[in-house]
């Protein structure tokens, strides 16, 4: 009886000492602490989402306001020009509005599935750091999702951009023979206008290509 009782009071002073209360608090907070923190990190890569829409804005709008600015131009071109420039500048109009539509859907719908499969991926690389392998591998399952789904949004509107920047090539070209054919001056100030819009394109491809290699070094 004695024994059963003094027992009993260890077993009770265990439960009621600092210390044991202390860990068990603390093990039961852990999970909770790595959940905050996970989310936390989640939060900070969804606040670069708007970043990504005013990256596509700043790409989109240009790209519109140059097609619209072709189109217009298109319809100041005298009726006696018959060198075909007229045609050009409509055409190389509706193509670049055409690409800024396409260029608008791939940013406002891939833009957060990208950021969507980053989170996942460093969601996943955390877990894998704390030895949490059974939630790595759920994220692992869903950055595959997200992999798949981005793939097949992202093939069809690359394609036809990649099919857009090719014939808005081949209307630039159309467009130089078009102009080196103005000897009469039929044409009225049509072909000034596209070799100064040529110049600028032309700059601003190179700047491109320059801001683009020295990222990569």
């Known amino acids: 009886m004695g024994a059963a009782g003094g ?3 260890d077993t009770e002073s265990a ?3 600092p210390v044991f209360g202390a860990m068990t608090s603390y ?4 999970p909770t602490l790595g959940r905050g923190q996970t989310q936390a990190l ?4 969804d ?3 708007p970043v990504v829409q005013i990256v596509g804005c700043c790409c989109v709008v240009p790209m519109l306001a140059t097609g619209i600015v072709l189109t217009v131009l298109s319809k100041k071109i005298p009726q ?3 060198t075909g420039i007229d045609r050009v500048f409509t055409g190389l109009g509706v193509v670049y509005i055409v690409m800024a539509a396409l260029a608008g859907c791939g940013f406002a719908c ?6 969507d499969l980053v989170k996942h ?3 996943k690389m955390k877990y894998e750091g704390e030895h949490r392998d059974e939630e790595a591998h759920k994220e692992e399952a869903e950055l595959s999702d997200e992999q798949e789904r981005l793939v097949g949004l992202a093939c069809p509107l690359v394609c036809c951009l990649f099919l857009g920047m090719w014939v808005a090539y081949a209307f630039w070209i159309l467009g130089i023979v078009a102009a080196a054919k103005n000897s009469h001056g039929k044409c009225g100030s049509g072909p000034t206008v596209f070799w100064v819009l040529l110049a600028v394109m032309a700059c601003c491809n190179f700047c491109t290509v320059g801001v683009i290699r020295v990222n990569k070094q």
């Open 7 to 9: 027992s009993n009071f």
């Open 15 to 17: 439960f009621s000492n």
């Open 27 to 30: 093990g039961a907070t852990q």
């Open 42 to 45: 989640r939060d900070k890569v």
């Open 47 to 49: 606040e670069w989402k």
């Open 80 to 82: 006696t020009c018959n």
């Open 110 to 115: 891939l833009g957060s599935k990208v950021i």
């Open 121 to 123: 991926l460093m969601v």
